[in-house]
Nanobody, 125 residues
Framework: VQLQASGGGLAQAGGSLTLSCAAS????????MGWFRQAPGKEREFAAA?????????YYADSVKGRFTISRDNDRNTVYLQMNSLKPEDTAVYYC??????????????????WGKGTLVTVSS
């Protein structure tokens, strides 16, 4: 599976952005999907994940809970991250990832099957 994230850019604090992750090479319906982010000078961290197939289960890092929403469209082979009420501390390169198995287990960032190239999100104060 090749994953390509897009939709990053510059936003003001309090604003919104929507990231997309388009997959190719294989259907993502059987994969849990997730978003991670890496701020300048920091390690990559988990942001959000969604379960395979229908995506009935979603999981969020405490830092984004209530502001970010992950969703998936298996027909388009795409995963989204709607980001609202953005804060300067949300500034990071955002990566999408896929994993066979539990979306809950993605939080540890281990045993990820595929990583996409990142997209930069910059939030100004």
């Amino acid at each position: 599976v090749q994953l390509q994230a897009s939709g990053g850019g510059l936003a003001q604090a309090g604003g919104s952005l929507t990231l997309s992750c388009a997959a190719s090479g294989r259907t993502i319906s059987n994969y849990a999907m997730g978003w991670f982010r890496q701020a300048p000078g920091k390690e990559r961290e988990f942001a959000a994940a969604i379960s395979w197939r229908s995506g009935d289960n979603t999981y969020y890092a405490d830092s984004v809970k209530g502001r970010f929403t992950i969703s998936r469209d298996n027909d388009r082979n795409t995963v989204y991250l709607q980001m609202n009420s953005l804060k300067p501390e949300d500034t990071a390169v955002y990566y999408c990832a896929s994993k066979l198995g539990s979306a809950l287990a993605m939080g540890a960032g281990k045993n990820i099957d595929y990583w996409g190239k990142g997209t930069l999100v910059t939030v100004s104060s």
